[in-house]
């Protein structure tokens, strides 16, 4: 078995790790080489140390991006994974239609982020009007209007993977607890939770991720407005990198200090929620 | 053993299959232009169709999409196959991508090229960008409104000749706002969009007038300390904008350019602010009631002495440039078909009827000038001689983010939640702290 595993590695292994390396860690050492660089394209870079590091902080941009970034992503990963989790609860009871209701959860999740924050951009201007102002009047409504955007697409998707957890419950489990006169709450929260604890490590990992990376969403709905008050850290790095002349280096070593946070952030999340999981 | 070759050769197809694409080599020049203006996109591959019948040279066309010329320009010109034409638009551009420009003093296109100082210049004396379309843009009227408001009892001006100055242009648009009804127009100016990415006609148009007269009277073109002293007029001028507009100053952040545009050509406005590549914009929307003749151009006026006399602002931020890092036959090929597009009779064709280009070069003749009106306006402005045309002094702002930042503070002040004090004090630390960046990146 071991050698055969050995003979066909070439076969079933190399072009998917030929195509990782071209598309994945050939560009990720060079973005991390390029962020101790000065350049104007890729392939044409001169070695200037950590003077792009220094100049992170020369403006608060990054910092505002990071705070905000911060707050959407607190919220948005409360909301989203509580809703998720409700709807997964209801739509694995036996009632009529559950199939047409996951389909319909679930949709909003196979739309790009730039379509859905072009839609929500338009209806959430719908709305303010009667009120005489727009989305990108106040941070406050980009806020929300972020949040709400996120909860609509992420939702279904959380949803399918708590059912298949909720699903996975040995149903022997639930009626021993039924018999034993647990309550429906301490069903849900001795005996559901613990055992689903594997996608709630899942979801929280996708939302996490998904919520700190966020930009095409951010960049359809407000594109930072008002002046940056919106502004992910996503999109401050884009802007970095492509608004402003010369600072393709800060642009980049914005992103690799990007990628040390968000990897940091993930990572600890893991393993505080993978301790909590239990053995069935 | 068999088996082992065979599974050899299977890596290698399969190796090679993913690969390939990136090869093919030709030894015969070709061209990769990156064209800047979505809206022309199809009449430049259908002139390089045409150059590739005719003389069998390879011309590839590929368009940025709009707002995006910088970040694909970035990512292609890396590239092996990268563009052998390309655009940059003025001096900070030029800073920026001096690298790729190759002097192109000894070409003919720059030989035919009316007004030399028009061309971008490096410090060693070389040509490095050279203009292909001269453009104008002022304040576009709706000439059927505004003689329904001259034929009112008590107008405040009888003919559009009057309205040559801040003061006339303010009492006769809020005279106009006023009777409205009477007009049947929502408003005399339309949206002044001020949506995110939709905000260039203030950030970047209007704000020229300023610095243009800053500029003069510093007798300077470029500075890295803007003071901003005609903050003021550009407060006149987009107050009025704001203030007598078909729609309320709050929700201008919902706006984009197509819907101003719209809103004039569906005659719900009588004014809107744009250049002359907005005729296609105009005669383009569905159920549009303007008519050609009566789409004509005034001068922004923004309140400043003797601006009796200002014409359109006129310029340019198209300037060709040819890739300094493609090969030697690459580069041959392209000012080859540059030259053809402007020179050639075919060429000159497509400029200016299907790209409707005023083309700054000496192969045009006075017959070979675009026909739609607004072009026709921008030359009759042109041509007069007691009018002085306002030039284009924003290809010195120092960077999109600038603009931006602008464009935002600009939104801000619209709703009401940022003082005009604010707005200049960051126009003015903004320019400033960019201006600093880009030299200390240097």
Redesign the interface.
Known sequence: MQKALK?YF??FV??TL??FGFAFIIPFVMGVYLSFC?F?????ATFVGFKNYTEIF??TDFVNAFIFTFRFAAIAIFTINVLAFSLALVLTRKIKGTNLFRTVFFMPNLIGGIILGYIWQSII?AIL?NY???????PVYGFWGLVILMNWQLIGYMMIIYIAGLQNIPTDLLEAARIDGASSWQLLKKVKIPMVMPSITICLFLTVSNSFKLFDQNLAL???????KTQMLALDIY?TF???????GTGQAKAVLFFLLVAAIALGQLVLTRRKEIDQ | MKKKIMLALLTVAMVSAFLSGCGSKSSEGKVYYMNFKPEVDQVWQDLAAKYTKETGVEVKVVTAASGTYEQTLKSEIANTDAPTLFQINGPVGYQAWKEYCLDLKDTKLYSWLLDKNLAITGEDGGVYGIPYVVEGYGIIYNNSIMNKYFALDGALATSMDQINNFATLKAVAEDMQAKKDQLGINGVFASTSLLPGEDWRWQTHLANLPVYYEYKDKGISDTNNLEFTYSDNFKNIFDLYINNSCTEPGLLGSKSVNDSMAEFALGQVAMVQNGNWGWGQISGVEGNVVTAEDVKFLPIYTGVAGEENQGLCIGTENYFCINSKASKADQDASIAFVEWVFSSEEGKAAVTNDLGFIAPFNTFTDAEKPTDPLAKEVIRYMSDTTKTSVSWNFTSFPSQDFKDAFGAALLEYANGTMAWDDVKKLVIDKWASEKAAAAAAQ
């Open positions: 003979r070439p076969i190399l072009p030929i195509a000065d104007k394209t890729v392939t044409n020369a403006d201007n009007i005489g102002t727009t989305l990108v009047a106040n407000t594109a930072g407005a008002p002046s940056k802007n492509y608004g402003r002349n010369f600072a393709e």
